[in-house]
């Protein structure tokens, strides 16, 4: 699908799973994750195609039947907290009981999306819908 954006130097497009609200994720445990993101688009160069995307901003949280936040990957550079480096914040769903690190930006290297997804089933149970769900996300 070709984004309808106006030739520039780029636009940032927010992509929101499911309107930016939770989605239930299939497995053992009653796990939802929702998924914000921006994504600078502009006009490719000659001969990759039309539109060149890139990452500019992210949110990806994993939280239990409950609603409780268990970890959040962000990168939200410009935005209004002081980290602007791409971090991990572990929530009161994790039942890590120190209080520092509820608050905490602890740093990551950038992750995407294809990372959370792995951990969610690696490491959560999530039962993926595809067979060959490892391979689709290491393209």
Known sequence: MTPHVRPGPYTLVDVL??????VRLRGR???????RMRVRVSQAEPPRGLWDAATAAYEYRLSDGDGREILA???????????????LHLGVGAEI?????????????????QSVLRLA????????ARRDWSRVLGE
């Open 29 to 35: 445990e009653r796990l939802h994750l929702r998924v």
């Open 73 to 87: 990957y962000h990168w939200h550079p410009g935005g209004q907290s002081h980290a602007e480096t791409p971090h």
């Open 97 to 113: 009981g120190r209080a520092e690190l509820l608050t905490a930006h602890l740093p990551t290297g950038s992750v995407a999306i």
């Open 17 to 22: 799973l499911n309107k930016g609200e939770p």
């Open 121 to 128: 089933v690696e490491s959560f149970g999530v039962e993926p």
